[in-house]
T-cell receptor, first 114, second 112 residues
Framework: SQTIHQWPATLVQPVGSPLSLECTVE??????LYWYRQAAGRGLQLLFY??????ISSEVPQNLSASRPQDRQFILSSKKLLLSDSGFYLC?????????????FGSGTQLSVL | QKEVEQNSGPLSVPEGAIASLNCTYS??????FFWYRQYSGKSPELIMS????GDKEDGRFTAQLNKASQYVSLLIRDSQPSDSATYLC????????????FGQGTTLQVKP
């Protein structure tokens, strides 16, 4: 069966520090991968999505970047965190070529930038 | 105008009642519609999907879609305290990328 792993679960970082969040998917090949962010009391905002290794699409201009160095690995990064980067970050995946758009979410990372 | 709009609530209903959650979307080419449930501090969990006009029932949940009115709703019958959560409406336009656009969510409180 397929599983998605996301870590760390919580993170407290000072303003200006770097960030690296990692997500891996097991039990499937060539998944579509997504990074969402949820600010306090808000809905989920799509940040990045990837349909294959090295293929990253950015949805909103921001202080973050994403990379997909391996088929089932998706990394969210920042060189210098801002206060506004605080939020709940969720990685998600979907089978490539699926006829529906059901997303499967990781457990999330609660990021607090102080 | 937001692409997907929901009343943030909270919506409060007594145990055993029907909870009605509503969602409107702005893009007429939206193809697929989803309801996710999210408990505080947890990731969203898919509870219903609907693709064509009409009603779709799954246990105590019924999703309703009206593309002409650009409206989708979720009914929860016999509401239980364990249904207390935030319900997120999501829509997608493209089946290729799977990009979901979420509303801000409606908080439901079911009181015993």
């Amino acid at each position: 069966s397929q599983t998605i792993h996301q870590w760390p679960a919580t993170l407290v970082q000072p303003v200006g520090s770097p960030l690296s969040l990692e997500c891996t998917v097991e039990g499937t090949s060539n998944p579509n991968l997504y990074w969402y962010r949820q600010a306090a009391g808000r809905g989920l905002q799509l940040l990045f999505y990837s349909v294959g290794i090295g293929q990253i699409s950015s949805e909103v201009p921001q202080n973050l970047s994403a990379s997909r160095p391996q088929d089932r690995q998706f990394i969210l990064s920042s060189k210098k965190l801002l206060l506004s980067d605080s939020g709940f970050y969720l990685c998600a995946w979907r089978p490539t070529g699926a006829t529906n758009e059901k997303l499967f979410f990781g457990s999330g990372t609660q990021l607090s930038v102080l | 105008q937001k692409e997907v709009e929901q009343n943030s609530g909270p919506l409060s209903v007594p145990e055993g009642a029907i909870a009605s959650l509503n969602c409107t979307y702005s893009d007429r080419v939206s193809q697929s519609f989803f309801w996710y449930r999210q408990y505080s501090g947890k990731s969203p969990e898919l509870i219903m999907s609907i693709y064509s006009n009409g009603d779709k029932e799954d246990g105590r949940f019924t999703a309703q879609l009206n593309k002409a009115s650009q409206y989708v709703s979720l009914l929860i019958r016999d509401s239980q305290p364990s249904d207390s959560a935030t319900y997120l409406c999501a829509v997608t336009r493209s089946s290729n990328t799977g990009k979901l656009i979420f509303g801000q969510g409606t908080t439901l409180q079911v009181k015993p």
